[in-house]
């Protein structure tokens, strides 16, 4: 198996860094280097340059604004924007409820909701866990009732990313009690803005208010908005978390991560010696990097399956992706508290308006944010699929257990 870049490829990895280079802004840049989360005007920007390049949903159906891009060029692509510092584009739209609605939905909400996160003009949260229904999210309580033209939400969803700045939140909720979990679930997209709807904050540990309690009182949506099969919601929850897990090995942002540990690692933090000069430390970074190497081959080789046109079911390979990748992300951080020792002590979370709290900060400036970052990716290994559900998919589908 030959897991080299073509020509053709060489040319269009330069031609991607060539153009995030000349056109990422360098405050966002910098934002993100420096390991703060990019505000919401950030993102709108960033995707909105890439919009006029054709290039904000590359997977997506040419008649919906993808690229026609083969699987490598994709992989390619994110993984310069990653390494690049770029922001990541918003997952809800762009990977989750975007291609279910080009894949199941009616062809006015095609129209209606596509060109819209193709430029993040609307905003999308994402309504799926529930307090009591997270690894089991078939159990979930919502309600969603037929009253005339319109559909009646009750509920509650919880750890709801970044809510607090959606237009539009796709919800699952159970509309048949009388039939098998699973096959009593709908896909309804619903207006934030509607009466009834209530967003609450959630303070994570690395102090941020990244995640939301979203409150459904008698919220009503038209009918219209159900997407694909009243009771089919289930399936395409399935499909959509399949989306979700591509991609999250995030081989781009650990070099980016390990670049800069080697960056900040060469400078006097305390004491008269770089964290370099310590053997134990180089030991350990050496070995992240031959990890990481590892994923990357991985990786190639389930892309190069999708080159050779193998298909099916999802290359249950990916599970092992999102294990090793979510684990690297972590020993990342780690490495980096390493570097930054005893300053990690002064804890600086980001505050809701992005400004800081400690004026002047203790330590190097660059070392506000790590311990941050740190307890933040904590959350890397649970989402998209918890690792230990991923080793069971491991030991069915490729040990044969």
Not at 17 to 45: C, E, Q, T, W, Y
Not at 169 to 175: M, P
Not at 295 to 313: F, H, P, W
């Amino acid at each position: 198996m030959d897991l080299r870049f073509t020509e053709e490829e060489v040319a269009f990895r330069d031609e991607v860094r060539a153009f995030v280079r000349a056109n990422l802004p360098a405050s966002i840049r910098d934002k993100i280097a420096g390991g703060r989360h990019p505000s919401k005007d950030d993102m709108v920007r960033w995707t909105r340059i890439l919009a006029a390049k054709g290039w904000s949903v590359p997977h997506w159906p040419v008649e919906w604004g993808g690229t026609g891009w083969s699987p490598i060029k994709r992989l390619i692509f994110n993984d310069e924007l990653q390494r690049a510092n770029a922001p990541e584009s918003l997952a809800f739209g762009t990977s989750m409820v975007g291609p279910v609605i080009y894949t199941f939905g009616s062809q006015a909400q095609k129209e209606r909701f596509l060109p819209h996160i193709v430029d993040l003009s609307e905003w999308w949260c994402q309504g799926f866990s529930e307090p009591g229904a997270g690894s089991d999210l078939a159990g979930l309580r919502t309600t969603a009732k037929r009253d005339g033209a319109e559909w009646v939400i009750e509920g509650q969803k919880t750890w709801t990313t970044l809510a607090q700045y959606a237009d539009w939140i796709f919800v699952l909720a159970r509309t048949d009690a009388n039939v098998k979990k699973q096959e009593g679930i709908s896909f309804i997209l619903v207006d934030m803005k509607s009466p009834g709807v209530t967003v609450r904050p959630i303070q994570t540990i690395d102090g941020g208010y990244e995640v939301n309690e979203v409150f459904f009182d008698g919220v009503r949506a038209p009918l219209d908005n159900l997407v694909g099969q009243e009771n089919k919601g289930w399936d395409y929850a399935k499909f959509l978390l399949g989306n979700e897990r591509n991609g999250i090995a995030r081989v781009g942002l650990s070099k980016a991560r390990l670049a800069r540990i080697r960056q900040l690692a060469a400078l006097p933090t305390y004491g008269d010696q770089p964290k370099m000069a310590d053997p134990i430390f180089r030991m350990k970074l050496a070995a992240v990097e031959v990890e990481l190497k590892a994923l990357e081959m991985t990786q190639m080789r389930v892309i190069a399956g999708e080159r050779r046109g193998e298909k099916g079911k999802p290359d249950p390979a990916s599970s092992v992706l999102k294990i090793k990748g979510s684990e690297l992300q972590q020993a990342t951080t780690e490495l980096l508290m390493d570097v930054v020792g005893p300053y990690a002590l002064a804890f600086e979370p980001e505050r809701e308006d992005g400004e800081r709290w400690n004026e002047p900060p203790v330590g190097p400036d660059w070392a506000a944010t790590i311990a941050p970052t740190y307890f933040n990716t904590r959350k890397v290994s649970i989402y998209g699929g918890s690792n230990e559900i991923q080793r069971s998919i491991i030991a069915k589908a490729i040990l044969g257990l």
